[in-house]
């Protein structure tokens, strides 16, 4: 972990003419460098990202940044931790929730695994902006893997509470397919990220999510008569669509795949 910490440090400090040379607005590649100055809920979001597909090691690799030098050893490396890791969550979540031990496995996690390495500068002034805005990630697990500096931010109770920097630590934040699969059951976290004026900061959350073709429901372990199904059926790819549609937001997009059946 702080191997991987290190070398993103290096990267987001290497001359902008070598960083640039991965920039992309193509959603597609499986490994880019973007940025998030844009308007996003009309506030400006202070941040660039590196995107990198991680896992299959094997598929991706060859698209890894080539500099600095180690960086795809350091990457190889932390994939496979992150890979191992994951398996032993679901193992929990699902000997917790009384499901087969594998039943996260497969199209519910078929997605490549991908890597958003965010970075954020020093911003003048951080009443203007955030790092991210307000959001629920789509998937079913979130890894995040913070570095010393403190940004990110749960949305509890109606007020936002500050997740400080454990050191050596990854967190663990449920995605909103977590929510569907339990009915319920395990709540997806909205969170953010802020800005400060003194110092840069660096994250990288790795995201596990289905396959786009992965048809997503509660689990039927988890529904009786005391317990009817909350959320109706669908293909992971129509719910991402959807997402995007609505920037994340998690109540517009909860609404449209609740189950309104009496």
């Not at 991965?22 to 490994?31: A, M, N, R, T």
């Not at 509470?161 to 699969?181: K, L, R, S, T, W």
């Amino acid at each position: 972990m702080s191997e991987m910490l290190e070398i993103m440090k290096e990267f987001f400090n290497m001359p902008l003419e070598e960083r640039a040379v991965h920039y992309s607005e193509d959603l597609c590649k499986p490994v880019r460098l973007f940025t998030s100055t844009g308007v996003h809920d009309i506030v400006r979001l202070w941040r660039d990202c590196l995107r990198m597909a991680i896992s299959p090691v094997e598929n991706f690799k060859q698209y890894w940044p080539e500099k600095p030098s180690n960086l795809k050893k350091t990457v190889e490396r932390y994939a496979v931790e992150m890979k191992g890791l994951t398996e032993k969550i679901f193992v929990l979540i699902t000997e917790g929730l009384g499901l087969e031990y594998d039943y996260l496995n497969g199209g519910l996690s078929g997605q490549p695994m991908v890597s958003h390495v965010n970075y954020y500068p020093p911003c003048p002034d951080p009443s203007l902006t955030l790092g991210l805005a307000k959001h629920c990630d789509p998937g079913l697990v979130t890894l995040l893997l913070q570095g010393d500096v403190s940004g990110l931010q749960i949305l509890c109770n109606g007020e936002w509470q500050a997740v400080d920097p454990v050191p050596n630590a990854i967190i663990v934040i449920y995605g909103h397919q977590m929510e569907f699969v339990t009915n319920g059951e395990l709540k997806s976290v909205e969170h953010r990220a802020i800005t400060n004026d003194m110092l840069s900061r660096i994250s990288i959350a790795t995201f596990i999510q289905p396959a786009m073709d992965c048809l997503v429901a509660p689990a039927k372990k988890l529904l009786d008569e005391k317990n009817p199904p909350l959320y109706k059926s669908f293909l992971f790819g129509d719910y991402f669509a959807n997402y995007v549609a609505n920037l994340g937001d998690k109540s517009k997009v909860t609404e449209h795949f609740q189950n309104t059946t009496p």
